[in-house]
């Protein structure tokens, strides 16, 4: 009995270990035998988010006709819900700001394959505004001023928070945390309209946000001065999750590829993140980003 017993453990044993190890056999895959039904495609509001869903339907339906299979745009509250979404595989096509694409590689491992060009190039830069009879004129009148409420879009955007950040420590800000009032709004649109409606003393936005609510604001212009701007950052990036088959890695880049030749793809891609053409992108093309990440490392990990 004890030896029947003791056989039929050992087969259960052998039973389990095989199957654990056809398990891990499949996860640790880089995703060539994975069968894709359906892609999504990941975005964070650049604008108020039911704008953004809208204008990103004609991309779906394009991109679902290119590939051949169903592709679903979600629109995500944030940069950190998008690196997430990537990092759980809820999210296989993302647009991700600089920093983004940084920290999802770190923690979402993801492979970056297109970047955008606006304005015939491939980097932009970061801007910072006030109201236009501020008496706040430049940078430097941000670093020796204390208490003045600072107006951004995500602290994991590049343009809104982080590069400027990065700028205003070198500056000589100790502590950021203390030295400005934080206010995170949730959109470039809305730093700018947050000096509008006098909630704030300085903005950080891209170059230059003011024009997206220009059309509701026409005199944005004459209300809002710029007063400085960061070094030039790298431009956007279409990233994916690194266990996609390689074969569809390929077919997705040459499928976004093809619209620089596509009028009305290109006009889609501009109303929806302003992109003017697209390039191929490497990795080492966002070592700036990774030097000015590693200052935030800690404090974007909590």
């Given at each position: ?10 087969v ?5 270990l095989t ?13 060539n035998?994975e ?9 964070i ?6 704008k ?14 290119e590939?051949?299979?169903?592709v679903?745009?979600e ?5 950190v819900?998008l690196v997430e ?23 979402a ?5 297109l970047k ?5 190039g491939?980097s932009y830069?970061?801007q910072?505004?006030v109201?236009a009879?501020?008496?706040?004129n430049?940078?430097?009148?941000l670093?020796n001023?204390?208490?003045l409420?600072w107006?951004?879009?995500d602290?994991l955007?590049?343009s809104?928070?982080l ?6 420590m070198?500056?000589g800000?100790e502590?950021?945390?203390t030295?400005f ?6 959109g470039h649109d ?9 909630q704030a003393d ?5 170059d ?13 212009k ?6 400085g ?6 431009n ?10 390689d074969e569809w890695?390929?077919?997705i ?5 093809a619209?620089?030749?596509?009028e ?9 993140y302003t992109?003017?053409?697209?390039a191929e ?7 700036i980003?990774?030097?000015v990440?590693?200052?935030?490392e800690?404090e974007?990990?909590e």
């Amino acid at each position: 009995m004890k030896k029947t017993l003791f056989s039929l453990v050992m087969v259960l044993m052998l039973v389990a270990l095989t199957a654990c190890g056809g398990k891990e056999k499949n996860e640790s895959s880089n995703g060539n035998d994975e069968e894709i039904k359906e892609l999504t495609l990941g975005f964070i509001p650049s604008q108020e988010a039911d704008k953004i869903a809208d204008t990103v339907e004609p991309l779906e339906e394009k991109l679902s006709e290119e590939l051949g299979i169903p592709v679903k745009a979600e629109v995500m509250i944030d940069f950190v819900g998008l690196v997430e979404g990537m990092r759980t595989g809820k999210i296989d096509i993302g647009f991700l700001n600089p920093f983004g694409y940084v920290q999802a590689e770190d923690r979402a491992d993801v492979d970056v394959l297109l970047k955008a060009i606006r304005n015939g190039g491939d980097s932009y830069v970061a801007q910072y505004v006030v109201p236009a009879d501020s008496e706040i004129n430049s940078i430097e009148d941000l670093v020796n001023t204390e208490g003045l409420v600072w107006a951004y879009a995500d602290t994991l955007s590049t343009s809104g928070y982080l590069f400027p950040a990065s700028q205003l420590m070198d500056m000589g800000v100790e502590d950021l945390s203390t030295h400005f009032q934080h206010s995170v709004v949730g959109g470039h649109d809305n730093a700018i309209l947050s000096l509008l409606d006098g909630q704030a003393d300085f903005a950080t936005t891209f170059d230059d946000a003011r024009d997206t609510v220009e059309g509701d604001y026409p005199t944005v212009k004459e209300d809002l001065k710029v007063i400085g701007h960061t070094d030039p950052i790298p431009n956007d990036t279409l990233s994916v999750r690194s266990d996609l088959p390689d074969e569809w890695k390929q077919k997705i880049k040459d499928a976004f590829l093809a619209f620089n030749d596509d009028e009305e793809m290109m006009a889609i891609m501009n109303d929806v993140y302003t992109w003017d053409g697209i390039a191929e992108a490497k990795p080492e093309d966002y070592d700036i980003v990774r030097e000015v990440y590693s200052k935030f490392e800690d404090e974007l990990s909590e």
